[in-house]
């Protein structure tokens, strides 16, 4: 399909071109729309796998519309590595061209114009950080819900504290503000006025552990726009 043409999705599997996968689910109210994608970068499974166990245990949705990518970027998610092999880092390839000859720079505008044809509520992109948070080192992000405007959206507050209310006090989470100019939340919250969020878990946790706070963190963000 080419960016320029794109329609809201139906529901089922659709595809982005280069054929990335989109999982579209309706939910039983009207309500609003949410995108969750992962493995942007490629070396940061945690989220791409708390998707795709999700998408394997079924999909509810109470109200609204939902698109699920569990792996935005494939061939640098099977290299496990941030960028594919000799491609661009995805995530600073915002907004893209479709012309472009790099693949990042045309999925990139694939995926723009996904958001601007689906108008979402939330925008939520699933990362993982080598570095433990520390307000005295920049960059660290791990175990954060980073985000780009100021001030703070309230469901990011919101969730932080759901988080922190239920987790040990070694897995606290915090909101973090760090604009980054070309990422796709950047791009895409600019564009749209939408919630945009990169969800950071930090590596120095076991997979498992990442996986379940990942899809934990999913589920409370959707659980704020207004999905169950
Ligand atoms: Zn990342």
Known sequence: ???????????????????????????????????????IHGDEIGGSHALAEWLEDGVRLEAGKLLVIPIMNPPAYRARERAAPGGLDLNRCFPGDPSAPERERRLAAQFMALVLAERPALVATLHESKKRYDPQVKPSFGQTLVYGV????????????????E??????WETLHYPVATSSTEVIVEATGCV???????MGFPERRRIQMQRRVVGLLLAEIGHQ
């Open 1 to 39: 399909m080419s960016s320029a043409s794109m329609q809201p999705l139906p529901p089922g599997v659709t595809f982005l071109a280069p054929q990335i996968p989109v999982h579209v689910f309706l939910g039983k109210r009207p309500g609003p729309t949410s995108i969750v994608q992962a493995g």
């Open 150 to 165: 100021t001030p703070c959206p309230p469901v990011l507050t919101r969730v932080v504290a759901s988080l922190n209310d």
């Open 167 to 172: 987790a040990s006090p070694e897995e606290h």
């Open 196 to 202: 945009g969020t990169c969800v950071e878990t930090w």
